[in-house]
Structures are given as C-alpha cells and as structure tokens.
C-alpha cells in the first residue's frame, strides 16, 4: 500500500482491483492490484516559422508560436483524455 501524491499540474488516473472504470485523483492511496499512471495537464508552446510572401511578391518569414492546452469543463474530460493517451 502507498500514497501517491500528484503535482500542481497532475493527475493520477487509477485503475484496478476495486475499481470499475477510472479514478481520477490528486492524491490517493494505491493498494495491491491497483495501477497508477501520473499525467501531466500543463500546456506545451509549439514554435515555427512560416514561409510567407506578400502581395508585392516579396518574401518574408513570419513566426508563429500555439500553445496547445486542455480546457477542463469536468471530470469527464479527464476520463476521455486518459483512455485516449
């Protein structure tokens, strides 16, 4: 038996005996039989350039930076999050 503790930004998702479908937590005890996975919900920037040219036909090269995060509406998003990652 442990105690799991999740970070500001985690989640644990449990799976196992006892446990019907998914439990998600942010800390929790994790008995024999059960399984704990620890994901991270903390955006990631994504950084390129993009190969541009204007109407004058002059080239130029634009930056362009997304930052790709989760917009929780309830537990149910981090269900459909854990069974697809």
């Keep these: 038996m442990k105690w799991k503790t999740a970070g500001p930004s985690e989640y644990l998702a449990i799976t196992g005996w006892g446990i019907p479908d998914i439990k998600l937590a942010k800390n929790e005890w994790i008995f024999p039989g059960q399984k704990c996975t620890k994901f991270d919900m903390s955006p ?3 950084t390129f350039e993009v190969q541009a040219m204007s109407a004058e036909k002059l080239p130029f090269i634009l930056p362009a930076v997304f930052t790709i995060g989760f917009y ?3 537990v149910n998003c ?3 999050f ?3 990652s």
Excluded: W
Aim: aromatic share 24%.
């Design 82 to 84: 854990e069974y697809i």
């Design 78 to 80: 981090f269900r459909i």
């Design 72 to 74: 929780v509406r309830g």
């Design 44 to 46: 990631v920037n994504y």
